[in-house]
Structure formats: C-alpha cells, structure tokens
C-alpha cells in the first residue's frame, strides 16, 4: 500500500514496517540533491518531528516525520550516494523505516489518485 | 507590491524553460536544466548568462584625468593609472572603511564604464552623484543588456562571431561588433573561468544571446549556477561575503588596492574611510575572510556559527556563503573568522543543526583560476 502525504512524502507498508522518502515530484522540485542527513536508529519520533535534511544544490530542507513511531532502519547508501533521491525516489532513494503503533495513523494520508490530482 | 522588472531576455528565458524567480527586482532564470548540469558545463564549454539587472553606469568629465580624480575620491583603487581599454576591479567605501559596493572600472578613452551591484545601483548612482565635482557626470546606461559568456570555450564561441575576441586579454575592454552592433566588451567575469562580460543594446541582446546559443557548445546558464561558480572561484557576493560592515581589509581585497592609493602612494588616501582603512594596511583588522572546507558532507551555508573546537562557548566568527561546489565535489565556505585563527590548513568547528562539525581553513579559489592573462 502506497500513501502520500500533502508535503510530498510517499508511505508504503512493508513487513509491519513503514518506509518514507519524497515523491519524484518533490525530487524533481528540489533539484540535484547533494547530501542527506538522516536521523539515527532507534530515534524515537512524533508526528511532524524533523525527522531529515536533504541539501540541494538550491537550498536545504526539512522532511517532517510522517507518523509517530520508532525509526528502526535508515538508508544509509544515500550517504555516500544522495543522488540515488533524484535517480529513484520511489525505489532506491528511500530515507528511513518506522515501526509504528498505530497503523491507523495512515488513514488520513493520501492514495495515489488524490496525490496526483494534487500535483496537477 | 511591486512588479519586478524584466531584462530585455526574459521572453527568452521562458521560452528556453527557465524557472523564473525575483531577485533585486528582477524576474530572472534560477535555473533552466538544472544548478548542477549547468554548473558543470561553464566549467567545461560555455555558459551564456543574463546579468542585464546589475547597474552599468558611464562617468564622464572634461579628461580623463578628471573623471578618475573625481572617481578615485569615493573608490580607492589607482583610477588614473588605468591604460585605455583596460578594465579593474573596485569599490566604494564608507567613512567606517566598510564596503558600499563592489564594482567593476573599465576605462573606455576619457570616460570611465561601471558594473554595480543590481541591489546597490540606486544607492551607488546617488552616492557617486552627489559627491561628483561641477563638469564629471555620472549617466546610467538604462538602455543596454549585459550578458556573461563564460567558460574554456567561451574564446571559441565569441571567436565565431567576431575573431577579434581572440586578442583580449583578461581585463582588456574593447568595442566589438556582434550580431551587428557595437558592443561594449570585456575579458572578465564572475566564475572563476575566461570569459567576456558584454554590453549590448536592449534591441539586438536577443539576436545576440540566439546567436551564441546557436553553437553547440554555448548552453543557457541561471542564477544558481553563477552563485556555485563564483563560490568556487573564491568571489565575494556582495551583501553576503562583503557588506558595508567589512572592510576591504577584512574581506582580504587588499589587492585591489593599489600601492598608489595606499599610506605613502603618490595618491594616498582621500577617499572614505581611508585613515581607517589605511592604518588597517598596515595592522590587520580582528577578522578575516577565509576559505572554508567541511570535512564532512553536509553543506554548511550563510550564518552558521565556527568555533575554535567542539566545546568552545563563543563563537570566533560565522560563514558568509557556502553550499556544495560541484566541480570540487564537496561542500565548501567562506567565512569572516577571527585572524589569529585564519591560517590555511587550521582544523575548526562549525554548528550545524545542533551539532559541532569539523571544517578547515583553506586557500581560495577552491578551483585553479582559468583566466588568459
């Protein structure tokens, strides 16, 4: 199952687990990214909790924690490779996997159709 | 609000598909095809830019000597000394020695041809205006674009349409016909590569600007790019690296004043801020602006704050700019530090996001000057 949230991040649940990254709109919009930071293992985080930096050429931005819930795996291939964001933001370019609670948390996101009408 | 003005390219711009943003007033491209690709190409071939929103002014007088005379009582820079057809870099000063402005100075027969900042050029124009003697008059030029052509293969390019672009050298100003009309041009620029800067009038900037993007190596560049590349190069970007707090002293633009203007010169002082500035010379000012490398990945931008090591409480100083440098392929900085911690090579600290990263002072330009001296 795949979610999007309103500021471009996509959800897909996986094995219990709930893996983040931004949509290729969003990739697209911030252009070439050069650097992420991600947040450590095990962090702890609340729902709109900073939860990564990603550095463009442009300027950097912050990619708000989705969800409440534990990150339990980070991609830690995007360190040495963040272009991987541009290259396959969907695939690849994932940031981080929460384990959550409350699954129900991801009603309120959006499915694909409506994320698309949102970006026109 | 006020609409933003636009260069006589802006047509072009949209129809190349550049991504249109304001910047001091104006609606011009951050970016067409993107920072990076960009970047890369004004590094390898060519990259054709719009700077038509920066101020170009023309100073004239009775002779030359008076209009460098006037010029040289706000500027202090040698003016008189400038050889016909030869170009230098300047700025005008306060009576605190800080920098109003950065410019460039090229003396065209007895008149003296200004670039300012787009941001100062009213400032500036009032400034320079009120402080001109009776016979020197300062005219902005309101009715020519200036366009950038920069990179290795910006000879090659411009040679195509006029080869007398192959005997300037760097700094030199000449009168060259181009998509024919007379343009005002200079072997110069702002991203560390050769290149020339060329004043063009509003109607024929478009035939121009096709003309050079018609050759294969000639891509369209944004204002990102012109940001990463002057970054790279090692350029102050005023209101950033330079501002009327900094003295040139401070900035590390002692070079631009000649031995002529400094303490003991035929033509010392007289301008503003020059007791300031001159007692500088010879006794350093607290700070400095250096090169900074992160060793890290992670861009470190304007206002973040260095230390002498991780647990130090105060700050010794703050970056100016930085971002990441895509022909270095790493993140690099400038920054105005504390002189006795400016030494290239001086392991650092910076505070990103909470947390103490090392950084290194480092000699700039962080890329080898490619210009045709």
Redesign the interface.
Known sequence: MLKFTEEHEWLRVEDDLVVVGITEHAATQL??I??V?LPDEGTVVVKDDEAV?I????A?SDILAPLSGEIVEVNTTL?DN?GLVNDDPIGDGWFFKMAVEDMSQLDEYLDEADYKKLIG | MDENRKTPLFDLHVALGGKIVGFAGYDLPVQYMGVLPEHLHTRTKAGLFDVSHMGQCVVTGPSFEAVAQALESLIPVDIAGLADGRQRYGFLTNDAGGIRDDLMLARRGDSVFMVVNAACKAADIAHIRAHLPDGVTLTEVTDRALLALQGPLAEDALATLNSAARTMRFMDVVDMELAGVTCWVSRSGYTGEDGYEISVPDALAEPLARALLDLPDVAPIGLGARDSLRLEAGLCLYGHDIDDTTTPVAAGLTWAIQKVRRPGGARAGGYPGADIIGAELADAPAMARVGLLPDGRAPMREGVQIFACADAQTPIGRITSGGFGPTVQRPVAMALIDRGFAAPGTALCAELRGKRLPVTVAAMPFIPANFKR
């Open positions: 252009g070439d050069v650097f930071e930096v550095e463009s050429v442009k950097a360190n963040p």
